[in-house]
T-cell receptor, first 119, second 114 residues
């Protein structure tokens, strides 16, 4: 597709349910980032993939959060046993370059996000 | 220490005037990139402008320019001739650690007054 696609656009989950959020990056983009954005705040880093390799998962807030990108394209962020504090917008972003100096010239392209509400 | 600091939670500017949004950063990398993004109420993240740490000239992109002071570790965004459509959240971000670490600041909410 032309841009980064995220689905669903909105998700309402009852506390304790598992959810899966999908990100379809721009075709050929090597790098993929997930962010969590609370209302009125800046995006907070969750995890980074280069192709299928998860190179950094230091931002995942707990072991209930899990991300994968098995074939180096589509990525899924899974949250198990959702809690109210997980309510946020989850943003996915991609860019063509991987971890090389040329990536400093390359902005991230964002999807429209998934708004998760845990009741 | 915060990686990106944006000290202005909210700013107001009169339509057609210029406004400066502040950004300071903290890094030990010699090579890094600085980015500004706009997020309107619709929620999309829109890339505005980029400055590389080795760039000697300040970046410009239409009505946007970046006042880059490397020694002070600041990268302020200047918007000239503000328009009503500029009302949005603005985020400064740094790209370091060989492109693996892309960190955003807390943002500044800009309101353009008619």
């Amino acid at each position: 597709g032309a841009g980064v696609s995220q689905s669903p656009r909105y998700k309402v989950a009852k506390r304790g349910q598992d959810v899966a959020l999908r990100c379809d990056p721009i075709s050929g983009h090597v790098s993929l980032f997930w962010y969590q954005q609370a209302l009125g705040q800046g995006p907070e880093f969750l995890t980074y993939f280069q192709n299928e390799a998860q190179l950094d998962k230091s931002g995942l807030p707990s072991d209930r959060f899990f991300a994968e990108r098995p074939e180096g394209s589509v990525s899924t962020l899974k949250i198990q046993r959702t809690q109210q504090e997980d309510s946020a917008v989850y943003l996915c972003a991609s860019r063509l370059a991987g971890t090389e100096t040329s990536s400093y010239n390359s902005p991230l392209h964002f999807g429209n996000g998934t708004r998760l509400t845990v009741t | 220490a915060q990686k990106i600091t944006q000290t202005q939670p909210g700013m107001f500017v009169q339509e057609k005037e210029a406004v400066t949004l502040d950004c300071t950063y903290d890094t030990s990398d010699q090579s890094y990139g600085l980015f500004w993004y706009k997020q309107p109420s619709s929620g999309e993240m829109i890339f505005l402008i980029y400055q590389g740490s080795y760039d000697e000239q300040n970046a410009t992109e239409g009505r946007y320019s970046l006042n880059f002071q490397k020694a002070r570790k600041s990268a302020n965004l200047v918007i000239s001739a503000s328009q009503l459509g500029d009302s949005a959240m603005y985020f400064c971000a740094i790209d370091e650690d060989y492109g693996q670490n892309f960190v955003f600041g807390p943002g500044t909410r800009l309101s353009v007054l008619p």
